[in-house]
């Protein structure tokens, strides 16, 4: 919080209006039911939106699946236990599409994204099966992780 301060007294500092700072939330089984609380928070902070994204886990079978001329090539890297999954259960995903659906119709003065999440049926996401498309996000953002 207090870089996003710093980042957005720079900001007024120079009479500017980028660079947009935006908190992004990655949606899982341990944050299902505060989402609603992070609009207050990003509005508070004064950030210029708040993104939510779903929790993205990959069968393992699927990472060792992936070969090229006979090696693994795909990243393990979001490889889950299943007794360890960060996939919010389908009644915590209701939960959270309500939420979601909640956050919408209240409306804010920041930009609010949610993707696809509300489209998805609650059964897939509690599965983790959604459409996955490609990532361009490192082209035109710096993302600073806690």
């Known amino acids: 919080m207090e870089g996003i301060r710093l980042l957005l ?3 007024r500092s120079l009479g500017k209006t980028t660079p947009k700072i935006e908190i992004h939330v990655t949606l899982l089984n341990s944050n299902y039911d505060v989402v609603d609380q992070m609009v207050d928070i990003a509005e508070e902070a004064g950030v210029d939106s708040l993104s939510f994204q779903y929790v993205s886990e990959t069968p393992k079978k699927s990472v060792e699946n992936t070969k090229f001329q006979g090696e693994c090539i795909a990243s393990d890297r979001y ?3 299943a007794d360890k999954s ?3 259960n389908l009644e915590q995903t209701r939960v959270l599409k309500e939420k979601l659906d909640l956050i919408r119709k ?3 003065r920041i930009y609010i994204r949610s993707g696809m999440i509300p489209l998805i049926a609650d059964r897939d996401l509690a599965q983790g ?3 996955v ?3 361009y996000i490192t082209r035109n953002t710096i ?3 806690p």
């Open 86 to 88: 960060c996939l919010p």
């Open 133 to 135: 498309e490609r990532c």
């Open 143 to 145: 993302i600073i992780s």
């Open 106 to 108: 209240k409306g804010s």
């Open 9 to 11: 007294e720079a900001r």
């Open 129 to 131: 099966i959604f459409p």
């Open 79 to 81: 490889v889950t236990e």
